[in-house]
């Protein structure tokens, strides 16, 4: 059964059958799913959602896909910790971290998205995947169509991190390193999929793709009991994650599973590819396109596509949104790792550094819940920590070297 009445342009409004496609004919604007919500009313609640499998496809009327998913079955419903460590650190009373780090299979949100728009790929009939990615779309493509049979191709800029190309290339895919930055290998793509009939999850399906987005929204807020936070940081890349949790907190009020949403929504960027929160900042509604020179390559995206629609629900909520500088990003990693235990990859590091930064600002307000988003995982961006953590000491398998080091460390400790 399907709750999908089609895509509307979110220009013009101009309405499309369902099909993969993701701009308007008229106005070239984006296209975005339109759901029946009369009708998923009916069929949803919060008690029958508690009695589903715990993973995204709990949330199954609001996610654009007319039978069962094809893959992903397990992946989302990730933990909510309550982070009173770090919540001291930055001073903040009530925080809590939406650990995508363990998502599954391939240990980052975007599990999430590539679950619906595989699903959805399937059934419009293709037998190719692809996609144009900064790391972690690319090893979740890849995963994801090895499990269902699909073939895959996978673009990248060439220079990612090691462990994203390995974690690419073991599942079979193809995979094809440009030479350029994300922008440059997405107008590559574009061109691509304009010659080659594939599913591109992130072009021609990408109004489905985006969708899966909504669901780190709905788990929150049934994480935190049906209610949604006063306020959450999440890391931009193009925009879409971001705009995706407006509406996945906008639809459970809609349907009557939240009695408020008063949500604001901040964003966050590393300052070496910051278009949307400088517009932000600048008080612009319009973003211009950089060149990304970050070592937070899974939001390195120069030319973002969602920016403009990013800025408009950030002002919307009242929210706001920072950068970090690349330090600031290992800090963040560090602190994260030390006060949760929880390694967080180089787009953690951006959302707890911008985190940091707000508070000390004023901007996210100390007595209010706040969540962050953090969204991938720290064991596959190792090289930006090379120089950045201790040496590693090694000593003889002798109990006196031992009590040396021991003793090292106790005097170092009370100092
Ligand atoms: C893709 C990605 C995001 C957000 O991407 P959007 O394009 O803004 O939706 C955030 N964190 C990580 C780790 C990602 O890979």
Same mark, same amino acid.
């Given at each position: 059964?399907?709750?999908?009445?089609?895509?509307?342009?979110?220009?013009?409004?101009?309405?499309?059958?369902?099909?993969?496609?993701?701009?308007?004919?008229?106005?070239?604007?984006?296209?975005?799913?339109?759901?029946?919500?009369?009708?998923?009313?009916?069929?949803?609640?919060?008690?029958?959602?508690?009695?589903?499998?715990?993973?995204?496809?709990?949330?199954?009327?609001?996610?654009?896909?007319?039978?069962?998913?094809?893959?992903?079955?397990?992946?989302?419903?990730?933990?909510?910790?309550?982070?009173?460590?770090?919540?001291?650190?930055?001073?903040?009373?009530?925080?809590?971290?939406?650990?995508?780090?363990?998502?599954?299979?391939?240990?980052?949100?975007?599990?999430?998205?590539?679950?619906?728009?595989?699903?959805?790929?399937?059934?419009?009939?293709?037998?190719?995947?692809?996609?144009?990615?900064?790391?972690?779309?690319?090893?979740?493509?890849?995963?994801?169509?090895?499990?269902?049979?699909?073939?895959?191709?996978?673009?990248?800029?060439?220079?990612?991190?090691?462990?994203?190309?390995?974690?690419?290339?073991?599942?079979?895919?193809?995979?094809?390193?440009?030479?350029?930055?994300?922008?440059?290998?997405?107008?590559?793509?574009?061109?691509?999929?304009?010659?080659?009939?594939?599913?591109?999850?992130?072009?021609?399906?990408?109004?489905?793709?985006?969708?899966?987005?909504?669901?780190?929204?709905?788990?929150?807020?049934?994480?935190?009991?049906?209610?949604?936070?006063?306020?959450?940081?999440?890391?931009?890349?193009?925009?879409?994650?971001?705009?995706?949790?407006?509406?996945?907190?906008?639809?459970?009020?809609?349907?009557?599973?939240?009695?408020?949403? =008063? &949500?604001?929504?901040?964003? *966050?960027?590393?300052? %070496?590819?910051?278009?949307?929160?400088? $517009?932000? #900042?600048?008080?612009? /509604?319009?973003?211009?396109?950089?060149?990304?020179?970050?070592?937070?390559?899974?939001?390195?995206?120069?030319?973002?596509?969602?920016?403009?629609?990013?800025?408009?629900?950030?002002?919307?909520?009242?929210?706001?949104?920072?950068?970090?500088?690349?330090?600031?990003?290992?800090?963040?990693?560090?602190?994260?790792? =030390? &006060?949760?235990?929880?390694? *967080?990859?180089?787009? %953690?590091?951006?959302?707890?550094?911008? $985190?940091? #930064?707000?508070?000390? /600002?004023?901007?996210?307000?100390?007595?209010?819940?706040?969540?962050?988003?953090?969204?991938?995982?720290?064991?596959?961006?190792?090289?930006?920590?090379?120089?950045?953590?201790?040496?590693?000491?090694?000593?003889?398998?002798?109990?006196?070297?031992?009590?040396?080091?021991?003793?090292?460390?106790?005097?170092?400790?009370?100092?």
């Amino acid at each position: 059964m399907s709750f999908v009445k089609g895509l509307r342009c979110r220009e013009c409004g101009e309405l499309y059958p369902k099909q993969a496609l993701h701009v308007c004919e008229l106005c070239f604007g984006p296209l975005e799913v339109v759901y029946d919500y009369e009708k998923i009313k009916k069929s949803i609640s919060r008690d029958v959602i508690a009695q589903r499998g715990k993973g995204m496809w709990r949330y199954k009327e609001l996610l654009p896909i007319d039978g069962e998913p094809a893959v992903g079955i397990d992946s989302g419903f990730t933990p909510l910790v309550r982070a009173q460590n770090l919540a001291k650190t930055l001073g903040i009373k009530e925080l809590y971290i939406k650990n995508d780090t363990v998502n599954h299979p391939t240990f980052s949100f975007k599990d999430r998205v590539v679950s619906v728009a595989i699903s959805k790929a399937k059934e419009l009939g293709f037998d190719t995947v692809a996609c144009a990615s900064t790391g972690n779309l690319a090893n979740s493509v890849a995963a994801n169509a090895a499990a269902c049979g699909l073939k895959s191709y996978v673009f990248i800029p060439s220079n990612l991190e090691q462990a994203k190309v390995v974690n690419t290339q073991i599942y079979g895919a193809n995979v094809v390193g440009i030479k350029g930055n994300y922008d440059e290998v997405n107008r590559l793509c574009s061109e691509i999929a304009g010659k080659y009939h594939w599913a591109f999850v992130n072009i021609n399906i990408r109004p489905y793709y985006a969708e899966g987005s909504k669901t780190l929204a709905l788990e929150v807020a049934e994480q935190l009991g049906w209610h949604a936070p006063q306020n959450i940081v999440v890391p931009m890349a193009s925009g879409s994650l971001l705009t995706k949790v407006y509406k996945g907190f906008r639809e459970l009020y809609e349907l009557g599973l939240l009695s408020s949403m =008063e &949500t604001k929504i901040y964003g *966050a960027q590393a300052t %070496g590819c910051s278009p949307i929160s400088a $517009a932000v #900042k600048e008080r612009q /509604e319009l973003f211009k396109p950089v060149i990304p020179k970050t070592i937070a390559k899974s939001l390195a995206i120069g030319n973002p596509a969602d920016g403009f629609y990013a800025i408009e629900t950030i002002n919307k909520t009242h929210g706001w949104a920072e950068d970090v500088s690349d330090d600031e990003v290992i800090e963040g990693i560090k602190l994260l790792s =030390e &006060t949760e235990g929880i390694f *967080a990859e180089t787009a %953690g590091g951006v959302t707890v550094g911008v $985190a940091k #930064k707000l508070v000390e /600002e004023g901007r996210l307000p100390r007595n209010e819940s706040v969540v962050l988003l953090i969204t991938g995982n720290g064991l596959k961006t190792q090289e930006v920590l090379i120089n950045r953590i201790d040496q590693l000491m090694v000593i003889p398998a002798r109990l006196d070297a031992f009590d040396e080091v021991f003793r090292e460390k106790e005097r170092a400790k009370s100092k």
